[in-house]
Nanobody
Framework: QLQLVESGGGLVQPGGSLRLSCAASGFTLDYHAVGWFRQAPGKEREWISC????????IYADYVKGRFTSSRDFRKKMVYLQMSSLKPEDTATYYCASDKDGCSDFEEGYELWGQGTEVTVSS
């Protein structure tokens, strides 16, 4: 069964940092673009970032640019989202998704989704 699994969410104070991880089960993430999305309570899911299959291209939404960084470790076959300077408005469930055709900033471009990991930014 093909799956993506996110981990690393939790409770963090404003200004703090978290690193989310995305791992694949049943296939390898190598050469798949991986996007990150989030959905805050009562809001639509929104795109955050994408890292290309090679890891050379990374794109970010304006509201996380400079604070969030996506990376991938080919040896460990993992993709990460490093989040810094977190704000209460970053509170959401975070999802990773894979796209074999490359990065996009819309949900329909992604074939496989994880179940999400919750991030709460609160003092």
């Amino acid at each position: 069964q093909l799956q993506l699994v996110e981990s690393g969410g939790g409770l963090v104070q404003p200004g703090g940092s978290l690193r989310l991880s995305c791992a694949a089960s049943g296939f390898t993430l190598d050469y798949h673009a991986v996007g990150w999305f989030r959905q805050a309570p009562g809001k639509e899911r929104e795109w955050i970032s994408c890292i290309s299959g090679s890891g050379e291209t990374k794109i970010y939404a304006d509201y996380v640019k400079g604070r969030f960084t996506s990376s991938r470790d080919f040896r460990k076959k993992m993709v990460y989202l490093q989040m810094s300077s977190l704000k209460p408005e970053d509170t959401a469930t975070y999802y990773c998704a894979s796209d074999k055709d490359g990065c996009s900033d819309f949900e329909e471009g992604y074939e496989l989704w994880g179940q999400g990991t919750e991030v709460t930014v609160s003092s």
